[in-house]
C-alpha cells in the first residue's frame, strides 16, 4: 500500500466510493486532468487514474480507483478498496439519500477495510447550495464522531477538490512517521515465530 | 469507460476468409457438421466437429489468400491410448498448471488438485489431492503462475498452490442473476480477466485488480487477447479492444445467420499471433490483424492526419511500431501535409523523424539540375505524394486543388481539403512566407546534425538563399559572419545582384577570400562617406548596437569588420594596401591592425613605416612604440625615429598651446595633462633606451624649452657640465642637480656644481642658496680649500658663515678621527709584532729521530726552519718551498693560520 521508504515518492492506494451520481468520477476527472463534464457517465467496473502530489519536499503518487456507484457492482468494492491507504466516501449535498448510503460505506470500511485507511467524507455538488438537503453541521458532527475528515466540494466549480487530495496526503505522510515507531516492537515478535517453527522441525 | 468513446472506426483487424468447413471437406449435406471447437498453430487451423470429426487447414503463408483444406484426421491420432483417471465424475471444469504437469478440476462441491507423472514403466500416475471446498459448484478454473483462479455463479475466489493453508481467498462476489462467470488468462498469464455482466475486470496473480475495467458493448460469448488488442465475440460481431486502456476500436458484423457457439481461437503464443478465428455452427470466419504501418497508411491515404497521429502513439506506447518506422511515418506525413500547404505541421513532423535527411527537401528550393541534385535520396515512401518539386510549384498547384475543393463545396461535395483554408483562403505571397520561413526552422534545426560535408554545404547554402529570399538581412549576415559551409559561387552573384554586400563582404571573409572581403568593405565605406548609400546597417542587428554604444555610422563598421581580416592577415602587401583607409576612417584601428599579434606571420617594420601616411604621426608613434617595447626592436634608427617623432610631438604640443592663449582653464587644464603625459613618455623613453642616437635628437630639441629631455641627452653624451648647468641653471632643480653629482660620483662633480651656483655667467644673479643647501649637504666631501677659493667676495658672509664653520669643523672632527684610528692601528701593529717575536722565540727539542716534514730525512745537525703550522723542514727544502707553504703543505697564502694567543686582546 503506502510506503517506499528512503524514496522521495510513495505511491498511496485511494479509493472513492459513494452513492450513483453523487460525483466520484467528477472528482477524479477534476483532480487528475483538471476537467469537467456537464453529463459524465456513469462508470462500470472501476476506473484507474495515478496522479502525483507534492507536499513540502515530498512526493505521493496517488494510485485512484473510482469505483461504480450502482449497487449491482457493490459487490466488487472489497477487492478495490482492500489494502487502501486511503477512501474518500463521496454524497451529493442536494441527496439525503446519498448521505445515508455514504455513513453505509463509513460503517463498511469500518468493519471490513483496514483500520490505517484515511477516510474522507466529501459532500459533493457544494456549488448547488439552494438544492442542499444535507446540513454541512450534520455531516461535519458525523464525521467528528467516527473519525473522518470532512469537506464539502464542487467538482464543476473546483472548491476543496484539491484540499481534500492535499489533506490526505498530509496525513499519510504524518501517518507514515507515526508508523515508523511501533515497527520495532514485529521485530521482536519475529523471534518466537522461529523458535516454533524450528521445534516442529526437529520434532 | 468506453462506452463514451466515438463509433470504432479503425481498421485493426480485417477479415480475409470464410469457410464452410463441410463444404470444403466434401461432406454431403445429408451428413450435417456442427463444429465444436476450433485452434490455430502458425501454419494450421484445426476445426473439431460435434460428430467427432477433425479438419486440418494450412493456413498460406502470404496473406490474404484463404485457408486451404488440407484433410480431415482421424480422431484416435493421440499416440496413447485415451485413459479414464480413477474415478473422477461429474467434472465441471479443469484447468491445467504452467508446465502441465498439474490439473486443477472440480467435482461437485470439491476442489482437487491432481499430479500427474510417467513412472519408468512409461505408465501415468495420478496423485490426488482434494484443496478446498467450494460453496458453489465451480464453472470455471484457471491456473495461472502458482494460482488458480476459481468461478463459481456466486464470485470469483483464489487459490495458492504454494500457500495452500490459506485455503480459498475470495476476490470478489458476483451481483445477483448475472452471466456465468468466465475466466480469461491476459498477456501470456501475468494477468487474468473477470467477467461480470459484459464488464472485465483485470486482476493480477495475486487477485489485486490492475487498469481500469473493460466494458464490452455486448456480454462476449469469448474472449481473445491478439496484442495489442483484446478480442471479443458476441451478438454476431467481433468487437475490438485495445489491450492498454479498454478503448473499443473496431466492430465486425457477420451473418445474423451463423448461430452457434463462438469460438475464438487465436495462436496461444499472444504476440506476434495475428489470426484470428471465429467459429459459428456452419461457419468459420478469420480475421487478420492489420499491421501498424497498414493501419496508418490507410488513414495517410484518406489524409485522416490527426487519427494517424494519434495511431502512430498509440503503436508506439504499445511498442507495435519500430523507432524507424515511427521516423519513417513522420516523414510521410511530413510530406503530405507539406504538399497539402501546411508548412508548420510539415516541418514538425520532419524534424519528428531521425531518419528523414536534410537533402530531402532540397528539391522544394531549387530546380533540378543543380549541385546537390545527386545528394537527393530517392525515397518514395508509401508513394502517396509527388515528388518534391520546387516550392512556388507546391504552392500553385495546392491553390488550384484549394479552389476546385471551394467549388465542389459550395456544389455539396465533400472534400478532403483543410476546413481552415476553406473558410480563410490563404494567398500566395503568405503561403510562400510561411513556406520559406518553416524550411528555414527545418534547416536550422539540420545544422545541429551530423551531416557530410557536401549536406552541410547544401544546407547551409540554402538556408542562405532563404534568408535572402525574406530579406532577413540580419540573418544572412549571422550566417555568413559565422562558421558556415556555404558555397560561395553559388552565392557571390546572388548576393551581389540584390546588394547584400554586407552579407557578402561577411561571407568572404568567413571562406578566407579576404582580399575579395576587404575590397568590399572598401567600397561600402567610400559609399557611406560620400552619402551615396542609405545607411544599410540600420538593420535589426545593429539597432541594438547604436542605441548602445551610440551612433556607429557604416563606415566605421566597415572599417571593423575590414580591420577584423586585416589583423589575422599575414599577407603585408593586402594589408598596406588598405591601411590607408581604415586609417582614413579610425586611426585606433589601423593602429591595432599593424600591431596586431594574431598573425601568422609578422609584417616587415621597413615596409610598414614606409606605408605609414606621413600626416598620421599616431599611427606611426604607436607602431613604433609597439615595436620597441612589445617585441623588443633593436634596431637603433627606429629608436631614433621613435625619440624623433616623440620629441617632435611634444615640441608641436607645447608650442601649439602656448600659441592659444585665450583657452578656458578646462582646456587649458587638459592640454597640460596631455603635454605631460607626451614628455613623460617622451622622458622614459630617453632614458631607458641606449639605442637611439642622442645627438640626432638634440638637434631638434635644441632650439626648445623641453630642458630636462635635454639634460637626459646631454648626458647621454656625457657632458656632464651642460646636463649640470641645465639642471641647477635651468630648471633650477638643485636636487636633481645633486642627485647628478652624486651619480657621477666624483667630488669634482660637486665642485662644478659649486662653481655653477657661484658664478651662473650670463649675467645670472649667484645662487647662494642654493649653494650653501649644495655644502650643507656635501661640504665634508669637498676640499675647503677649492671651496673657500671659490666663494666669491660678494657672498653675503652671514648666509656663508654657519655652512664655512660647520664644513670647517667637521674638517678638525674627520681629521681627529684619522688620528684615533692611525693610534688604534699602531697599537695593533704592536701586538703582532709582539707575537711575532714570541713565535719566532719558540724553543724546539730536536732527537735522533726528528725528521724534515717535507723530505723525511733525519735533521741531525743541519739547519732547520720551523712553520707557524708546527712544521719543521731542513733549510735546503725551506728554500725549495719558501715562506708561503709549511713542510705540510698548509698554503699560507691561501689560508691563513690564527692562533688564540696571536689575537690583540684589548
Known sequence: MAANAGNKIRNAKLVLLGDVGTGKSSLVLRFVKGQFVEFQESTIGAAFFSQTLAVNDETVKFEIWDTAGQERYHSLAPMYYRGAAAAIVVYDITNAASFTRAKKWVQELQAQGNPNTIMALAGNKADMVEARQVPAEEAQTYAQENGLFFMETSAKTAINVNNVFHEIAKRLLQGQQAQDTPAGMVLNQRPAERMVSSSSCCS | ?906
Not at chain 2, 22 to 33: E, K, M, T
Not at chain 2, 692 to 699: A, H, R, S
Request: with cysteine; glycine share 6%; net charge negative.
Open chain 2, 1 to 906: 469507460m468506453g462506452s463514451n468513446s466515438p463509433p470504432p472506426s479503425r481498421a485493426a483487424l480485417e477479415p480475409f476468409a470464410t469457410l464452410d468447413p463441410a463444404a470444403l471437406a466434401g461432406l454431403p449435406p445429408s451428413s450435417p457438421l456442427t463444429v465444436r471447437s476450433a485452434a490455430v498453430s502458425a501454419q494450421h487451423l484445426y476445426i473439431g466437429t460435434g460428430g467427432g470429426k477433425l479438419l486440418l487447414f494450412t493456413l498460406q503463408s502470404q496473406p490474404q489468400s484463404p485457408p486451404e483444406f488440407l484433410r480431415l484426421l482421424p480422431i484416435p491420432l493421440l499416440s496413447r491410448p485415451v485413459r479414464r483417471l480413477g474415478s473422477l465424475r461429474n467434472v465441471s471444469a479443469v484447468a491445467a498448471s504452467d508446465d502441465r504437469s498439474s490439473l486443477a478440476l472440480s467435482v461437485g462441491k470439491k476442489l482437487l488438485l491432481l499430479h500427474l507423472t510417467l513412472n519408468d514403466a512409461d505408465e501415468l500416475e495420478v496423485q490426488t489431492r482434494e484443496i478446498a471446498a467450494v460453496v458453489d459448484a465451480v464453472k470455471a478454473l484457471a491456473w495461472v503462475g502458482d494460482s488458480v483462479f476459481v468461478a463459481t455463479a456466486s464470485g470469483y475466489s483464489l487459490f495458492s498452490t504454494t500457500n495452500t493453508a490459506q485455503g480459498l481467498i475470495d476476490i470478489f462476489t458476483l451481483p445477483e442473476s448475472t452471466r456465468p462467470p468466465r475466466v480469461k488468462p491476459l498477456s501470456g498469464g501475468d494477468e487474468i480477466m473477470l467477467l461480470v455482466d459484459n464488464v472485465g475486470v483485470v486482476v493480477g496473480r495475486s487477485g489485486h485488480p490492475i487498469g481500469s475495467s473493460f466494458v464490452f458493448n455486448t456480454a462476449p460469448d469469448c474472449i481473445a487477447e491478439v496484442f495489442p488488442y483484446v478480442v471479443v465475440a458476441g451478438d454476431s460481431k467481433v468487437d475490438v479492444y485495445r489491450r492498454r486502456n479498454g478503448a473499443h476500436l473496431q466492430a465486425i458484423p457477420f451473418a445474423r445467420a451463423a448461430t452457434g457457439a463462438l469460438i475464438v481461437a487465436s495462436e496461444d503464443a499472444g504476440t506476434g499471433s495475428d489470426v484470428i478465428v471465429v467459429a459459428t455452427a456452419y461457419k468459420v470466419f478469420c480475421y487478420r490483424k492489420v499491421s501498424a504501418v497498414e493501419q496508418i497508411k490507410a488513414l495517410l491515404r484518406t489524409k485522416s492526419y490527426g487519427e494517424a497521429i494519434s495511431l502512430l502513439k498509440e503503436f508506439e506506447d504499445d511498442g507495435e511500431i519500430s523507432k524507424d518506422m515511427i521516423s519513417f511515418v513522420h516523414a510521410q506525413l511530413g510530406f503530405l501535409l507539406f504538399f497539402d500547404l501546411r508548412f508548420e505541421d510539415a516541418v514538425n513532423h520532419f524534424l519528428l523523424s531521425e531518419t528523414m535527411q536534410p537533402a530531402e527537401i532540397f528539391p522544394f528550393i531549387m530546380r533540378d539540375p543543380n549541385r546537390w541534385s545527386d545528394l537527393v535520396p530517392r525515397k518514395h515512401y508509401w508513394g502517396l505524394h509527388a515528388p518534391p518539386k520546387p516550392l512556388e510549384e507546391v504552392i500553385d498547384d495546392g491553390l488550384v486543388t484549394l479552389q476546385q475543393a471551394l467549388f465542389l463545396k459550395k456544389a455539396g461535395v465533400d472534400t478532403v481539403v483543410d476546413e481552415d483554408f476553406l473558410s480563410n483562403p490563404p494567398s500566395r505571397a503568405d503561403l510562400l512566407e510561411l513556406a520559406i520561413r518553416n524550411i528555414i526552422r527545418y534547416l536550422c534545426a539540420s545544422r545541429e546534425k551530423e551531416l557530410s560535408s557536401a549536406e552541410m554545404e547544401g544546407v547551409d547554402t540554402l538556408l542562405m538563399y532563404l534568408y535572402r529570399a525574406l530579406d532577413l538581412v540580419a540573418d544572412m549576415e549571422k550566417l555568413a559572419s559565422s562558421q558556415n559551409s556555404c558555397v560561395v559561387e553559388e552565392l557571390e552573384s546572388l548576393l551581389d545582384d540584390s546588394g547584400h554586400l554586407r552579407t557578402l563582404a561577411f561571407l568572404y571573409g568567413s571562406k578566407g577570400m579576404c582580399s575579395k572581403s576587404l575590397g568590399i568593405w572598401r567600397i561600402l565605406a567610400r559609399n557611406y562617406s560620400t552619402g551615396l548609400w542609405k545607411n544599410h546597417a540600420s538593420l535589426s542587428e545593429t539597432d541594438s548596437l547604436e542605441t548602445s554604444v551610440g551612433k556607429m555610422s557604416g563606415e566605421e563598421i566597415a572599417a571593423i569588420e575590414a580591420s577584423k581580416i586585416l589583423q589575422a592577415s599575414s599577407d603585408q602587401d593586402l594589408v598596406l594596401e588598405h591601411l590607408g583607409w581604415v586609417a582614413d576612417i579610425d586611426q585606433e584601428l589601423a593602429t591595432a591592425i599593424l600591431t596586431s599579434e594574431t598573425r601568422e606571420k609578422q609584417l616587415s617594420p621597413e615596409m610598414v613605416v614606409a606605408a605609414i601616411d606621413p600626416e598620421k604621426v599616431g599611427i606611426h608613434q604607436r607602431y613604433l612604440q609597439w615595436l620597441i617595447e612589445e617585441q623588443g626592436c633593436e634596431e637603433p634608427h627606429y629608436h631614433t625615429s621613435y625619440a624623433l617623432s616623440l620629441s617632435k610631438s611634444a615640441m608641436d604640443a607645447v608650442h601649439s598651446e602656448s600659441n592659444y592663449g585665450d583657452k578656458n582653464n578646462k582646456e587649458f587644464d587638459s592640454d597640460m595633462q596631455f603635454i605631460y603625459l607626451l614628455r613623460e613618455k617622451l622622458q622614459l623613453f630617453l632614458q631607458a633606451s641606449d639605442l637611439y642616437d642622442p645627438e640626432e635628437v638634440l638637434d631638434v630639441i635644441s632650439e626648445s624649452e623641453l630642458w630636462l629631455e635635454k639634460a637626459i641627452l646631454y648626458r647621454k653624451m656625457g657632458q656632464e657640465n651642460i646636463v649640470l648647468q641645465i639642471l641647477a641653471l635651468k630648471l633650477e632643480d638643485s636636487e636633481a642637480a645633486e642627485q647628478y653629482c652624486a651619480e657621477i660620483g666624483r667630488d669634482d662633480a660637486y665642485i662644478q656644481l659649486l662653481d655653477l651656483y657661484l658664478d651662473p655667467k650670463n649675467g645670472k644673479e649667484p645662487m647662494f642658496t642654493a649653494a650653501v643647501r649644495l655644502l650643507h649637504n656635501h661640504g665634508e666631501s669637498l676640499d675647503p680649500l677649492q671651496v673657500l677659493e671659490r666663494l666669491s667676495a660678494d657672498m653675503p658672509l652671514q648666509l656663508a658663515s654657519n655652512t664655512i664653520l660647520r664644513m670647517l669643523r667637521a674638517r678638525v672632527h674627520h681629521h681627529r678621527q684619522g688620528q684615533i684610528v692611525h693610534n688604534l692601528s699602531r697599537a695593533t701593529n704592536l701586538d703582532a709584532k709582539l707575537t711575532r717575536l714570541e713565535e719566532r722565540s719558540r724553543h724546539v727539542q730536536l732527537t735522533d729521530e726528528s725528521i724534515c716534514d717535507s723530505c723525511r730525512a733525519r735533521l741531525g745537525t743541519k739547519l732547520f726552519v720551523m712553520y707557524p703550522d708546527d712544521s719543521v723542514v731542513c733549510y735546503r727544502c725551506y728554500r725549495n718551498q719558501g715562506d708561503s707553504a709549511s713542510g705540510r703543505g698548509r698554503n699560507f697564502s691561501n689560508g691563513a693560520i690564527f692562533k688564540q694567543s696571536w689575537l690583540v686582546s684589548r
